[in-house]
């Protein structure tokens, strides 16, 4: 990439180029864990279950993923102010579908789509960012707060539609997005020159099989972990027929990189030590950072706020994930030992899950649960960009691109991966819960009579008629159980994502070669473009 090339015109000042420049990605940022906003009302929505928005999200993602290696054969194609404009029309035209559709099968491959135009999105602009940045301190920022941006999605996106989706049909989101991209694409026009970055290279040779590939294993894996355990796994045809064909596109993956010399992801990046190092520990942090989704399911099922009261409440997971990110970026800079970045971190991920696991009750003060939100995003924040810094510059720079493709792999197979153990431990861990309770729940019983009696009671008092107050009572009973089952499963998933912290924890503190390893990066290009 040739620098010192007037990307942007003269007269542009930097701030403007930097809000430019966010400003693309973000109503794209905001697309990405939209169905996640307000799960029911978009299932509602488009009458579907809330697994099948799940698995919308994960389309999404499987695009980003999937498309983020063959993305850089268009960026040498074409300029970069005709790539922008290219992408935001693409995108503006696949977020008026989304605005008009409520169809799940015009939804699903739109969502698909909409993951490579992010791709497209977010590498030209990092690009473009790195482009202007002289300095090893100002790439490692510029790195770090792209990656914060990344992780703050999900909260941030709870908090500005929350009252949008709770006042409008929830497609109203798809409007504002749209008109957000407007003012984009008419900066871009006005402020950007018509330049290369690279030599032009044609659009031949295209590694589109294995990007086909890398797609069909990636949309499987969310198939299958998301659906599984409501078709019984291996027992339903559909997720039987979908096992099989994940080894068989990942054979076919394999034999044609075997054979490529330039393949579509490099897999010598798994012969560095530091790199499965990183990988695997990045791996686990997303099973923890999606575990939060248990906390959000408690305070509507359990403590009964609506979604814009639990926006408010993870607006301090927000916070934490900002000053986690500012933290980390700072020792970074200061090349700090990786130990003393991901140590305390996963300390604060182990502390918020032992309080969380404390603070499950069927009757609780919200407030008592914003310390533990914001040690979450704190630790979070400490560990997500050091990481991918880490693994990115642990492989030699030609395999960069390579590396962060698997580090967004690596994340999306624990989204999956996330998905489907919370969806088989509550199943399994509220029915033997359940079934636990049921045993007590007789005729004999004294706490189940005491607590009938105080239900029935209540009724009565409040005017019901005695036949009535009796059928309330047993109903209020059982969803009193129903109640400490959701909370029992949620305390065993937090006790044992506690055991496995304090697992990394012990490998992080006696793995060798950390002993003196520091992060920074060795290269200004950490995207594929």
Same mark, same amino acid.
């Given at each position: 990439?040739?620098?010192? =090339?007037?990307?942007?015109?003269?007269?542009?000042?930097?701030?403007?180029?930097?809000?430019i420049?966010?400003?693309?990605?973000?109503?794209?940022?905001?697309l990405?864990?939209?169905?996640?906003?307000?799960?029911?009302?978009?299932?509602? /929505?488009?009458?579907?279950?809330?697994?099948?928005?799940?698995?919308?999200?994960?389309?999404?993602?499987?695009?980003?993923?999937?498309?983020?290696?063959?993305?850089?054969?268009?960026?040498?194609?074409?300029?970069?102010k005709?790539?922008?404009? %290219?992408?935001?029309?693409?995108?503006?035209?696949?977020? %008026?579908?989304?605005?008009?559709?409520?169809?799940?099968?015009?939804?699903?491959?739109?969502?698909?789509?909409q993951?490579?135009?992010?791709?497209?999105?977010?590498?030209?602009?990092?690009?473009?960012?790195?482009?202007?940045?002289?300095?090893?301190?100002?790439?490692?920022?510029?790195?770090? %707060?792209?990656?914060?941006?990344?992780? &703050?999605?999900?909260?941030?996106?709870?908090?500005?539609?929350?009252?949008?989706?709770?006042? /409008?049909?929830?497609? !109203?989101?798809?409007?504002?997005?749209?008109?957000?991209?407007?003012? &984009?694409?008419?900066?871009? +026009?006005?402020?950007?020159?018509?330049?290369?970055?690279?030599?032009?290279?044609p659009?031949?040779?295209?590694?589109?099989?294995?990007?086909?590939?890398?797609?069909?294993?990636?949309?499987?894996?969310?198939?299958?972990?998301?659906?599984?355990?409501?078709?019984?796994?291996?027992?339903d045809?559909?997720?039987?027929?979908?096992?099989?064909a994940?080894?068989?596109?990942?054979?076919?993956?394999?034999?044609?990189?075997?054979?490529?010399?330039?393949?579509?992801?490099?897999?010598?990046?798994?012969?560095?030590?530091? /790199?499965?190092?990183?990988?695997?520990?990045?791996?686990?942090?997303? =099973? &923890?950072?999606?575990? !939060?989704?248990?906390?959000?399911?408690?305070?509507?099922?359990?403590?009964?706020?609506?979604?814009?009261?639990?926006?408010?409440?993870?607006?301090?997971?927000?916070?934490?994930?900002?000053?986690?990110?500012?933290?980390?970026?700072?020792?970074?800079?200061?090349k700090?030992?990786?130990?003393?970045?991901?140590?305390?971190?996963?300390?604060?991920? +182990?502390?918020?899950?032992?309080?969380?696991?404390? +603070?499950?009750?069927?009757?609780?003060?919200?407030?008592?649960?914003?310390?533990?939100?914001?040690?979450?995003?704190?630790?979070?924040?400490?560990?997500?960009?050091?990481?991918?810094?880490?693994?990115?510059?642990?492989?030699?720079?030609?395999?960069?691109?390579?590396?962060?493709?698997?580090?967004?792999?690596?994340?999306?197979?624990?989204?999956?991966?996330?998905?489907?153990? =919370?969806?088989?431990?509550?199943?399994?861990?509220?029915?033997?819960?359940?079934?636990?309770?049921?045993d007590?729940?007789?005729?004999?019983?004294?706490?189940?009579?005491?607590?009938?009696?105080?239900r029935?009671?209540?009724?009565?008092?409040?005017?019901?008629?005695?036949?009535?107050?009796?059928?309330?009572?047993?109903?209020l009973?059982?969803?009193?159980?129903?109640?400490?089952?959701?909370?029992?499963?949620?305390?065993?998933?937090?006790?044992?994502?506690?055991?496995?912290?304090?697992?990394? +924890?012990?490998?992080?503190?006696?793995?060798?070669?950390?002993?003196?390893?520091?992060?920074?990066?060795?290269?200004?290009?950490?995207?594929?473009?």
């Amino acid at each position: 990439m040739v620098s010192g =090339i007037p990307i942007f015109k003269q007269w542009v000042p930097g701030w403007a180029i930097k809000i430019i420049l966010f400003s693309l990605i973000l109503p794209t940022m905001v697309l990405f864990f939209l169905p996640f906003a307000n799960i029911n009302a978009a299932a509602g /929505f488009y009458g579907s279950e809330p697994a099948d928005i799940q698995f919308a999200v994960g389309l999404f993602y499987a695009g980003y993923v999937a498309f983020y290696s063959l993305e850089r054969r268009f960026f040498t194609f074409l300029a970069a102010k005709e790539y922008f404009v %290219v992408f935001t029309i693409l995108e503006i035209a696949a977020t %008026v579908i989304c605005y008009h559709t409520d169809e799940l099968y015009l939804l699903f491959p739109l969502r698909f789509f909409q993951g490579m135009l992010f791709s497209s999105t977010v590498n030209l602009s990092l690009s473009l960012m790195f482009t202007r940045l002289h300095t090893e301190r100002a790439r490692e920022i510029s790195f770090s %707060v792209f990656f914060g941006m990344l992780i &703050c999605i999900l909260p941030f996106n709870n908090l500005v539609t929350a009252d949008l989706i709770d006042a /409008f049909n929830f497609n !109203i989101v798809y409007k504002v997005a749209l008109f957000s991209y407007l003012p &984009c694409l008419c900066a871009i +026009l006005i402020s950007m020159n018509n330049v290369r970055l690279n030599v032009r290279f044609p659009l031949y040779k295209l590694d589109w099989q294995s990007f086909v590939y890398w797609g069909l294993m990636l949309v499987l894996l969310a198939y299958v972990c998301i659906y599984g355990q409501e078709y019984y796994w291996l027992e339903d045809p559909r997720i039987r027929c979908s096992v099989i064909a994940m080894p068989g596109a990942t054979l076919l993956y394999v034999l044609r990189v075997k054979s490529m010399k330039r393949p579509y992801v490099h897999p010598g990046t798994f012969s560095f030590q530091n /790199f499965r190092m990183s990988i695997f520990l990045l791996f686990i942090l997303f =099973i &923890c950072r999606f575990a !939060i989704n248990i906390i959000n399911n408690f305070f509507g099922a359990i403590l009964r706020l609506d979604p814009i009261h639990v926006s408010y409440v993870n607006t301090m997971n927000l916070i934490g994930l900002i000053i986690g990110v500012i933290i980390s970026c700072a020792m970074i800079l200061q090349k700090k030992n990786i130990r003393f970045m991901w140590i305390p971190g996963f300390l604060l991920l +182990l502390a918020f899950h032992v309080t969380m696991w404390f +603070l499950f009750n069927s009757e609780a003060n919200e407030n008592n649960f914003y310390l533990p939100l914001f040690m979450q995003g704190l630790g979070v924040g400490m560990i997500m960009a050091p990481t991918i810094v880490y693994a990115v510059s642990s492989v030699p720079v030609g395999m960069g691109p390579s590396a962060s493709s698997i580090c967004l792999a690596t994340g999306y197979l624990g989204f999956c991966v996330s998905a489907a153990l =919370i969806n088989y431990c509550e199943l399994y861990s509220k029915s033997r819960h359940y079934n636990a309770f049921q045993d007590h729940l007789t005729k004999v019983d004294p706490a189940a009579l005491h607590g009938l009696t105080a239900r029935t009671g209540k009724l009565l008092h409040y005017g019901m008629a005695h036949q009535q107050a009796v059928k309330g009572g047993s109903k209020l009973l059982v969803d009193a159980v129903n109640k400490q089952g959701q909370i029992r499963f949620a305390m065993d998933y937090y006790e044992w994502m506690a055991l496995m912290l304090v697992a990394v +924890l012990l490998l992080i503190a006696i793995f060798p070669s950390l002993n003196k390893t520091v992060v920074y990066l060795r290269s200004r290009r950490l995207s594929p473009a």
